[in-house]
């Protein structure tokens, strides 16, 4: 499943999985490509969670956000 990333900078991003029938939500920041690496903000197990974590973690907010584009595989 595709996730979102934030519209301002492409950093903020939001991926979803599905773990034991329950989506899982995750934010990470990810830095500039010459720094290079991932930082897992948090993970919360709803939509009004992700709010919260988004609003006391990020200068984004969920309006921020938009899908991600789809990546070519092989």
């Known amino acids: 499943m595709r996730g ?19 989506y899982l939500y995750r934010l990470a ?15 919360v197990a709803d939509v009004a969670g992700l709010e919260r974590l ?7 907010r969920l309006a921020d956000l938009r899908e991600m584009p789809a990546t070519r595989v092989g």
């Open 4 to 22: 979102w990333v934030c519209s301002c900078c492409g950093r903020w991003q939001v991926s979803v999985e599905r773990v034991g029938g329950r």
């Open 29 to 43: 920041y990810r830095y500039r490509r010459e720094v290079g690496g991932v930082d897992v903000v948090g993970e």
């Open 54 to 60: 988004l609003a006391t973690r990020t200068p984004v």
